[in-house]
């Protein structure tokens, strides 16, 4: 699994669904602590 944020692997990550399109966001700890923003791979919904 690939964080979305910094795409690196994430053993440890928060899925949730894109509030745009729905397809599934994997956040690691180090960016959702960092509130590193994430871009989604389908529909381009940039967040937080």
């Known amino acids: 699994m ?3 944020g910094c795409n ?3 053993q440890k990550c928060v899925r ?3 509030p745009k399109c ?5 956040r690691c700890d ?3 602590n960092l509130s590193i923003e994430y871009k989604c791979p389908k529909c ?3 967040g937080p």
Do not use: H
Request: proline fraction near 5%.
């Open 22 to 26: 729905g397809k599934e966001i994997l």
């Open 16 to 18: 949730f669904p894109c």
């Open 30 to 32: 180090r960016c959702r």
């Open 8 to 10: 690196k692997d994430a």
């Open 44 to 46: 381009g919904y940039v």
């Open 2 to 4: 690939k964080c979305t």
